[in-house]
């Protein structure tokens, strides 16, 4: 550091290789507070008046936030800059930021790890028409969609793609819009790769100071990055809020490179991507599981006046009966509700059948180790909202949907929450029953739409 | 279109006493997160320190969500109202840290409040610190100061901050303004001290 600092203070130009390894680790593709750097503040001077670093203004000209693009400001009289100031309110939760705040950028040098074949540690073999979409979307190399059904093993489909862009020295990125899918395949990922070290962000994640080529990280942390990804795999591309929310697809085109590409997956594509992908090479298409069975088609099941009926501490008859006979049966279970409100006061009454049932919904600390239980079968059944609808793969899964005419539960959310049962070979069917207080057309929708993907 | 100001919630727009005390619909919270509220029993604090207010200071003081004034600003305007007093005075902020925080968090609920308040206390630079003696020193474990000609006779004061620990503070505070010659000095904090 003293080195630094005395060449700082010399005349001389400055040597475009004498710049601290462990910061261009930290900062490359990154955005970041200055005052939040896990540096001395004069080894950052040095590297801004050096070329290294680009320093910005944390609200543009143009009154909008330089980390995440939004237009929702707060102003207030700022004590810092000795007036009138105004901070981003939508990405407050990462730290916030102001119009005096100062963004740091890393604009020297890139980063060369030369990684070593070979650098998968998988052992797992593809299926044959795994193995066909994974090289197709390699060989592209644009933007690409990958349609695979719910229980096609697209994760393993992911490996060899990262596989090969780390083989080529790139950056990859995979961003889901849920914690728990992070959650799900941060494990998988880094088992898969076990040389290098995975990184995983989602709120309230580690902080890394290192350099990673292969991210898991929720659509929302990839607001912390800016140019950096060669690849960006965004993981259930229609998960809410993603298909919501334009901002998150905003961030997905920030955080890649100008010249990396997009690859989307996804078990029910919308229309729109479904338009845009139309050409046969930039499209890939699993219609079945990768044990090759059927989708579990679902069965609608009315359950009149449920919401009443729960109010007054009633368990619904049917479903009474269906969840006593998974317990005498020891199946575990999964039963959706439409608001957390209704699972609480489900909750007592469900848990007199058995005491161990527990609810996960999302605000709730402990639903990790919640779905953890259910899966070492120390709970024999789950009541959750529609955060577990996708990503938790649990051995001979039942699935009971409370009221799927709720709004809520649109077309795709149904499909996925089908997608949880018969996952595996040694159990590739399950009960699957929409109970209901009436029928709608999502509901019809999502039964079509699996029937026809088990035709083709 | 409105949401809660601590968890974000969507509000349909119900009519809570929120809703009355702040009459400015775009800083409203739900009611979750009002039952969580908890009122002081002491009249030295309007609310009680759970986890819930940790939350909501975490929110003011380290995320630097100004907007959490306006919830300190409606319910000290509530609490101050059934009082007598001629000034209303703040615990003051190290001026360094004001500038690292961008806004004086106290003063700042005040303003939002319209609560006319002096600023007759503030606090001691280092140097000053050091011109005094080593058991003056040790004797206070917050330093500040009246500034200099503030003459408090015969007032009756609220003295306001937002969380009531020690209360070595307020004592000195209430010490240094009963020295100036104040009739009265009651103490008024946002949340009561953790116990
Ligand atoms: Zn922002
Ligand atoms: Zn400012
Ligand atoms: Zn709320």
């Known amino acids: 550091m003293l080195k630094l600092q005395r060449r700082l203070l010399l005349p001389q130009k400055v040597s475009p290789h004498l710049f601290d390894h462990k910061l261009q680790a930290f900062l490359v593709g990154r955005i970041w507070i200055a005052e939040k750097m896990p540096f001395h503040p004069d080894t950052i001077t040095y590297h801004i008046h050096a070329h290294f670093i680009e320093q910005f203004q944390g609200i543009t000209e143009k009154n909008s936030c330089r980390r995440c693009g939004s237009q929702n400001l707060q102003k207030f009289d700022c004590s810092q800059c000795k007036g009138s100031c105004s901070y981003c309110l939508d990405c407050i939760i990462m730290g916030r930021i102001s119009r005096c705040t100062k963004l740091l950028r890393w604009v020297g040098p890139p980063i060369h790890i030369q990684l070593k074949s070979p650098i998968m540690t998988w052992q797992g073999t593809l299926t044959p028409s795994q193995k066909m979409v994974a090289d197709e979307a390699v060989r592209h190399e644009k933007d690409h969609l990958i349609h695979a059904v719910t229980g096609a093993g697209k ?8 596989e090969d862009a780390l083989l080529k020295n790139q950056r990859i990125c995979v961003t889901t819009p849920r914690t728990d899918v992070v959650l799900e395949l941060s494990p998988r990922f880094q088992k898969a790769f076990e040389k290098i070290q995975v990184q995983s962000y989602y709120g309230g994640s580690e902080f890394y100071k290192e350099y990673s080529p292969l991210i898991i990280a929720t659509t929302h942390q990839l607001l912390r990055f800016e140019a950096a990804f060669d690849v960006i795999i965004v993981d259930e591309a229609d998960a809410f809020p993603y298909t919501f929310d334009e901002k998150l697809r905003q961030a997905v085109k920030k955080a890649k490179k100008a010249s990396g590409r997009t690859i989307l997956v996804t078990a029910t594509p919308t229309k729109l991507e479904r338009t845009r992908f139309s050409q046969r090479k930039c499209y890939s298409f699993i219609a079945r599981r990768f044990h090759g069975k059927d989708l579990p088609v679902p069965k609608f ?9 729960f109010n007054q501490g009633i368990i ?3 479903l009474r009966n269906w969840l006593i006979k998974c317990v005498s049966e020891n199946k575990p279970f999964l039963v959706f509700f439409p608001s957390v409100k209704l699972m609480m006061v489900a909750l007592p009454l469900i848990q007199k059948i058995e005491h161990s049932i527990l609810a996960v919904h999302a605000s709730d600390p402990n639903r990790k180790e ?4 259910l899966r070492d079968g120390k709970v024999c059944g789950l009541l959750t909202t529609t955060i577990l609808e996708r990503g938790i793969t649990i051995f001979n899964l039942q699935v009971a949907v409370v009221g799927a005419e709720n709004r809520i539960f649109d077309h795709a959310a149904l499909i996925q929450i089908s997608g949880r049962v018969g996952r595996s070979k040694d159990a590739p069917s399950g009960d699957l029953i929409f109970f209901h207080d009436g029928l709608t057309r999502q509901m019809d929708f999502a039964v079509s739409e699996i029937k026809r993907l088990n035709r083709l | 279109m409105n949401n809660c100001l601590f968890c974000g919630e969507y509000l349909v727009i119900e009519v809570t006493w929120a809703t009355f005390l702040w009459r400015a619909p775009s800083f409203i ?3 979750n997160c009002e039952e969580q509220l908890v009122y002081s029993k002491s009249p030295d604090a309007i609310y009680f320190h759970n986890e819930f207010m940790n939350d909501v200071i975490h929110q003011y003081k380290f995320q630097q969500d100004l ?7 409606a319910s000290i305007r509530k609490a101050i109202k059934k009082r007598k007093y001629d000034v209303v005075i703040p615990i003051p902020m190290h001026p360094k840290k004001e500038i690292e925080r961008t806004f004086a968090h106290v003063e700042t609920v005040l303003k939002f409040a319209n609560i006319p308040f002096q600023t007759v206390l503030q606090k001691d630079t280092e140097e000053q610190q050091s011109k005094k003696s080593k058991k003056e020193r040790e004797q206070v474990a917050q330093f500040f100061s009246l500034i200099s000609g503030a003459s408090m006779r015969g007032k009756k004061i609220i003295l306001i901050d937002d969380v009531m620990t020690t209360g070595k503070t307020m004592s000195l505070a209430r010490q240094l303004l009963m020295d100036a010659g104040a009739e009265k000095v009651e103490i008024l904090t946002f949340i009561s001290g953790q116990m």
């Open chain 1, 155 to 162: 994760t393993e489909i992911l490996f060899p793609i990262s």
């Open chain 2, 29 to 31: 919270i739900c009611s």
């Open chain 2, 67 to 73: 907007r959490v004034a306006h919830f300190f600003a």
């Open chain 1, 301 to 309: 099941d009315s359950l009149w006046q449920y919401d009443r009926q």
């Open chain 1, 370 to 373: 919640s779905v953890q239980a």
């Open chain 1, 316 to 318: 619904p008859r049917k």
